[in-house]
C-alpha cells in the first residue's frame, strides 16, 4: 500500500473479566492487517460496512466465496485464500487474553513448574 494515503487497518480486542473481581481484566489485540485499497475505499468513501466492501472487492476476481464475511472465514479467510480462517485469526489472541487468569491465583513460592513440553522435548532428543 502507498504510506502517503490513508488506510484501514483491521484487528480485534479480546477483554476478559474475572467473574469475581470488577478490577481483574485481561485485554489483548490480535494480529494487524492491511485490508486492499479498493474494501478501504468502500468503508471510507461508500460508507459500506467490512463484509459488504469485501464482497465488492472479491467479486471482481469471480470468487466463490462471497457473502462470507460474517461466515466461518471472516476477513481474513478470503484475503489469505483460505490459509487463515477466522477461528484461528481469534486463536492466539483469546488464549493469550486467559494468561493473566491462569497464573493469577499460582503459588510460585516452591519455584516456577516445570515446563512440560521442554521436558518432552529434552526426553526425544536424549532417545534420538
Not at 42 to 71: C, T
Request: aromatic share 12%; proline share 5%; hydrophobic share 35%.
Amino acid at each position: 500500500h502507498d504510506s502517503r494515503k490513508s488506510y484501514l487497518q483491521c484487528f480485534a480486542w479480546v477483554c476478559l473479566k474475572h467473574r469475581n473481581s470488577e478490577d481483574f481484566i485481561s485485554e489483548t489485540r490480535s494480529g494487524t492487517f492491511v485490508l486492499p485499497d479498493i474494501v478501504n475505499k468502500a468503508i471510507m468513501d461508500d460508507k459500506e460496512e467490512l463484509g459488504v466492501a469485501q464482497d465488492k472487492y472479491f467479486s471482481q476476481f469471480n470468487r466463490d466465496d462471497l457473502g462470507i464475511g460474517k461466515g466461518e472465514a471472516g476477513t481474513i479467510g478470503p484475503l489469505t485464500f483460505g490459509a487463515v480462517s477466522r477461528s484461528q485469526y481469534y486463536a492466539p489472541t483469546v488464549t493469550f487474553a486467559f494468561i493473566p487468569f491462569l497464573h493469577q491465583l499460582r503459588d510460585f513460592s516452591e519455584g516456577i513448574p516445570p515446563n512440560s513440553l521442554a521436558s518432552l522435548l529434552e526426553k526425544e532428543a536424549d532417545h534420538s
